[in-house]
Nanobody
Framework: QVQLVESGGDSVQAGGSLRLSCAFS????????MAWFRQTPGKERERVAA????????YYADSVKGRFTIYREYANATEYLQMNRLKPEDTGTYYC??????????????????????WGHGTQVTVSS
């Protein structure tokens, strides 16, 4: 069974930085698309970043490209989201999600949130101007 636990959310001023962590518990014999989503009131849940664990390839939404970095610490199976130059529009609840897959194409595609099988409970990020 796969379990995901997020941490690192906080309240920061615009221009600041945060690093979110997603602790992964489950079988590392499989490969996954690991993703970070954010939920903003009044908007659809948005996939902001993803990484395929089989190759390390990463993918980003245009809204965060150049500011956010997703990376995996393979030794402890933790997926991180480094967020720099934060903007008020980055405010939201951030969720870690996982989908078992043997192909990086799954991560490359802009998949709906419902395609992901495993979810954490979320961590709140608030960016004030």
């Amino acid at each position: 069974q796969v379990q995901l636990v997020e941490s690192g959310g906080d309240s920061v001023q615009a221009g600041g930085s945060l690093r979110l962590s997603c602790a992964f518990s489950g079988s590392t014999d499989f490969t996954y698309c690991m993703a970070w989503f954010r939920q903003t009131p009044g908007k659809e849940r948005e996939r902001v970043a993803a990484q395929y664990t089989g190759t390390g390839s990463t993918y980003y939404a245009d809204s965060v490209k150049g500011r956010f970095t997703i990376y995996r610490e393979y030794a402890n199976a933790t997926e991180y989201l480094q967020m720099n130059r934060l903007k008020p529009e980055d405010t939201g609840t951030y969720y870690c999600a996982a989908l078992e897959t043997g192909s990086s194409l799954t991560c490359r595609r802009s998949l709906p949130a419902t395609d992901f099988d495993y979810w954490g409970h979320g961590t709140q990020v608030t960016v004030s101007s």
